[in-house]
C-alpha cells in the first residue's frame, strides 16, 4: 500500500483531493470526515494537517504527500520534492504598518519584533540580512499582531494582498515563493515496490497537470487550404488529417491546442472556411 497524506481542511484540501480524482485516485464516498481512505488500488488517503505532512513523510508514516512548499520548508525536514502542482500559490512576506517609515529590510531596528507562524524561516531571512530580530510565535492571524502591539511587523503567507490592505499592512519583501508540491519521503523513488508505484503516480499526476492548459480541437476544413491549416494548428507533431467520408472538399484536422490560443485559433480557421468546430478538454497527456 502506498499512503498518500493529504491536507483535510484549508486551501490545499480542494485542490488536492480534486487533483488525484483527475488522475484517476477514486476517493469512497464515505471518505468526506475520514482521517483514512482508500483510493482503490494500491493506494490509501490520510487525512492530517498540511503543518504535520511534512513530518509524517520524513517519517515514513507516509510515503508521499501533498502539502505547501512553504510548510516543507519551514519544517526542514529531509523530504524529496517530486512535483510541482501548480496551485496554492503564495508568498511568504514580509510586512510592516501602511505609515512605517521603513522601505526596505536593511532599515530595520535591531530588536524589531516579528510575529510569525513561520519562525524557522523567518529567523533565517533576517539572520542571512544581517537584520537581528525577535521572533513572537503565532499559530496564524500575525496581521493583527501589530495593532495590538505585541510585534512591530509580520512575516505571513499573501496572496492577493488584500487581507494584508485590509489590516493597514504593506509588503516590503519576499521571503519564499510557495504553491503545493508531492513530495515523498527520503529514498522512495529508488525503492522497487514503492518506487515504481510512486513513479506511476507522479507520471499520472503530470500528465494531468499537463492537459489541464490544453485542449483538443477539431474541425472540418477545406482541402484546399491544408497548407495554412497546418501552420495554425500546430499540435503535438503537427496536426492530424482524417479523410471526411463522401466529402472530397473536406478533411478533418484535428489538434492538440493550448487553452490562450483557443480563441484565435477559431478566429483563423473560420477565416479559412473552417466547419464544425468542435473543443473539448483534454483528461490526460502524455506526449
Ligand atoms: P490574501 O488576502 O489573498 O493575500 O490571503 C492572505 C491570507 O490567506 C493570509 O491569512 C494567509 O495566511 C492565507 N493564505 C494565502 N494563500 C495561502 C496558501 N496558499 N496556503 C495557506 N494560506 C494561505
Redesign the pocket.
Known sequence: MIRIALPNK???AESARELLERAGLEFDARSERALQASLGGDFVALFVRAEDIPEFVADGAADVGIT?R?LVAESGRPVETLLELGF???RLAVAVREESPVQSVAELPAGTRVATSFPRLTERFFAEAGRPVVIVPVS??A?IAPHLGVADIIV?????????KVNGLRELATILE?SAVLIGRPGVQAEAEAGRRVRELVAALESVLRAQDKRYLMANVPRRALPEIKRILPGINGPTIVDVMDSGEFVAAHAVVDRRDIYRVIADLKELGAEGILVTKIERLMP
Open positions: 484549508g486551501r490545499l505547501g512553504d496554492g500559490r503564495c496564524g492571524a496581521e505571513d503567507l499573501v496572496s492577493t494582498g488584500s487581507t494584508l510557495s
